[in-house]
């Protein structure tokens, strides 16, 4: 009996441990590192949110990123789209603007990790 408890104890150690592990892994993960959310927050309020405000409302446009049928499931997805919406658009961003729009983007309505 002592034996089979402490082997019971031994074992949620370990699970405690690979839990932390996993909860640390994923406050570090970041799908647009070094994004720089408030360029991000601006260009995106002059560029995009007002015809995705017209085509779809919400605040900010928000309802283009979270209706139930978007396009976009995942970081390479949302880099894809976003990049779609700026060729459409002919603006000529900066690779790393796009980045730093796709951080903000992901930051306040996709919240991929
Ligand atoms: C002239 C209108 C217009 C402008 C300006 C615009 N978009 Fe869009 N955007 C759309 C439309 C329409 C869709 C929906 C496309 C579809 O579903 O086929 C869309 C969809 C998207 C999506 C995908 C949403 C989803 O999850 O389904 C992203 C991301 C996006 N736009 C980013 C941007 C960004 C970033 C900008 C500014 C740099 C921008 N758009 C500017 C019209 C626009």
Redesign the pocket.
């Known amino acids: 009996m002592t034996t089979r408890r402490s082997k019971a104890t031994h074992l949620t150690a370990a699970s405690a441990v690979l839990l932390g592990m996993l909860f640390a892994t994923t406050a570090l993960a970041d799908p647009f590192p070094d994004a720089d959310l408030d360029a991000g927050e601006e ?2 309020m002059d ?2 949110v ?3 405000v017209e ?2 409302g919400g605040d900010q446009g928000g309802n ?2 979270t ?1 139930a049928d ?3 499931s995942s970081p390479s997805a ?1 880099e894809q ?2 990049t ?3 060729t ?2 002919n ?1 000529d ?1 900066f690779p790393e603007d ?1 980045h730093h ?1 796709a951080g903000y ?1 992901n930051k306040h309505f ?1 919240k991929f990790d």
């Open positions: 260009m995106h560029l995009c007002a015809c995705h085509r779809f283009a990123y209706r978007r396009r976009v949302l789209q976003l779609a919406c700026t459409m658009l603006l961003l796009e729009i983007l996709y």
